[in-house]
């Protein structure tokens, strides 16, 4: 079974940068398609971004179009948000997470990193 362990998370203030790390483990992390999803209190799961195995093909929301970037590091099995241009809305919970159907359904997930931008 996947296990997926985030960190990079913190406060920052607007327009400040932060860089999300995933680690997986427990398969082969090659081939499968990763993604980053968040969720604020009281609000629905929003997904974020998605990279095919290969990182050939990228999925972004809308909201993060141009502020963030994914990457993924297949020989350390590693996926990456860099996130750019913060802004107060961007405060949630960041999960790493496993995308079963592209872009944004996922079957496995990690336990979150909290990320907080103050105006």
């Known amino acids: 079974q996947v296990q997926l362990v985030e960190s990079g998370g913190g406060l920052v203030q607007a327009g400040g940068s932060l860089r999300l790390s995933c680690a997986a483990s427990g398969g082969t992390f090659r081939n499968y398609a990763m993604g980053w999803f968040r969720q604020a209190p009281g609000k629905e799961r929003d997904s974020v971004a998605a990279?095919?195995?290969?990182?050939?093909?990228?999925y972004y929301a809308d909201s993060v179009q141009g502020r963030f970037t994914i990457s993924r590091d297949n020989a350390n099995n590693m996926v990456y948000l860099q996130m750019n241009s913060l802004k107060p809305e961007d405060t949630a919970v960041y999960y790493c997470?496993?995308?079963?159907?592209?872009?944004?359904?996922?079957?496995?997930w990690g336990q979150g990193t909290q990320v907080t931008v103050s105006s």
């Open positions: 990279i095919r195995w290969s990182g050939s093909r990228t």
């Open positions: 997470a496993v995308v079963s159907r592209w872009p944004y359904e996922y079957s496995y």
